[in-house]
């Protein structure tokens, strides 16, 4: 990415598009994570990571996220990766639990 202070870097050469990188891998990135100072970062975890991601990262470096932040809820209860996390000592913390504000679907 260019240097710069937006959240929303725009696209070099298409006027009104975004730069997304799509070069770092997950795994560069989370061993980037383990790299901060022990000093500043007490834990790391990780957001909407399903199992195959979870298990790329931790076979990659050896280490365990902390934590795995995932939509779930009675419509989405995601048991395999519940299962996988819990194998692993990864804390789930669910976003909407209640139920996802879909259009159509009664709140929970």
Known sequence: FPPGNG????????AGELAIDTQTTLVETWK???ALPKSKVRAIGVSNFT???LKGIINATG???TANQ?????LLPQDD?????????????A?????????GKPKL
């Open 32 to 34: 980037a994570m383990i």
């Open 51 to 53: 199992v195959e991601q």
């Open 7 to 14: 959240l929303n870097p725009p696209h070099l050469t298409k």
């Open 70 to 74: 995932v939509e779930a809820h009675p």
């Open 95 to 103: 976003y909407s639990p209640l139920g996802n504000n879909l259009i």
């Open 63 to 65: 280490v365990v996220p």
């Open 81 to 93: 990766l519940v299962a996988y996390c819990k194998e692993k000592n990864i804390h789930i913390t």
